[in-house]
């Protein structure tokens, strides 16, 4: 089948963010659903499993929280189901939405907030995984509407800088994707006020590692503040900061 035999042979080597070219993917049902169900997919969805188990263990996931959600086609987005446990996922648990969030292969519900994960998709090029969780110190800063103290962990201005702030709305609607969607212009790591974050990359590993960096900002800055506050380093020796972080890929936001 012409899709799945363009589809790369494992998600776990060079081509885990799964490059398209203009106009490529699963057109017909068939095609999706041969697509689906190829080998390539289907490593995919054991990674997918994986992260939902370390995410789950390290306490990001209470109840069914949190979602993952990676771009493989122009018009196909391998996403998490609702209802299910993200520490207990099989990879027959997963589905197919097309960019419109519409259910196209898998037999579970799809995630109600992947329109959050799409709506950055559609905007950001660059974004092609995005993870959702509630990790809770990151999410304690969510709850209360603030952003986490910035010049005081240099790892944490490399790898997260400015942290987006997404007014609360109705969970799942596309007006709150709509707001999200904005801010994954320019952050690559949201907080959602009132409910938790969500962090994208161009694979999911890498967007699953920003969640991690940001829960640890965040308790490591909560337990800073109990013990007496922080200690900032100067806008000046932040700055020195950006070409490492322009080196990585990360998005510009100076
Ligand atoms: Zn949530």
């Known amino acids: 089948m012409k899709t799945a035999k363009k589809a790369p042979e494992t998600v776990l080597g060079i081509d885990k ?21 190829s080998a390539a997919i289907h490593e995919l969805k054991q990674l997918i499993c994986e992260l939902g188990r370390r995410s789950y263990a390290k306490n990001y996931n209470d109840g069914n929280g949190g979602n993952f959600s990676v771009r493989v086609a122009k018009n196909v987005v391998l996403c998490t189901p609702t209802m299910v446990s993200k520490g207990f996922m099989k990879p027959s648990d997963m589905c197919f939405v097309n960019m419109n969030g519409e259910k196209i292969a898998g037999s ?19 974004a092609k995984a995005c993870c959702h969780a509630h990790p809770p110190h990151a999410t304690a800063f969510a709850l209360a509407g603030k952003k986490p103290p910035r010049n005081v962990n240099p790892e944490t201005e490399i790898f997260i800088g400015d942290v987006g702030l997404a007014p609360y709305d109705t969970p799942g609607t596309q007006r709150l994707a709509d707001k999200i969607g904005e801010l994954g212009l320019k952050h690559d790591c949201i ?64």
């Open 17 to 37: 963010d799964f490059m398209w070219a203009p106009g490529e993917g699963p057109q017909t049902q068939e095609e999706i659903d041969d697509f689906f169900n």
């Open 191 to 254: 907080f959602m006020v009132n409910h938790g974050v969500i962090t994208w990359a161009s694979d999911i590993e890498t967007a699953f590692w920003k969640m991690e960096n940001v829960e640890a900002h965040c308790y490591t800055s909560i337990i800073a503040q109990a013990i007496g506050g922080f200690q900032q380093f100067s806008d000046e020796k932040a700055k020195e900061l950006l070409p490492i972080r322009d080196s990585l890929g990360f998005v510009e936001q100076y």
């Open 108 to 126: 579970r519900r799809r995630t109600s907030e992947v329109l959050a994960h799409l709506a950055i998709m559609k905007r950001q090029p660059l």
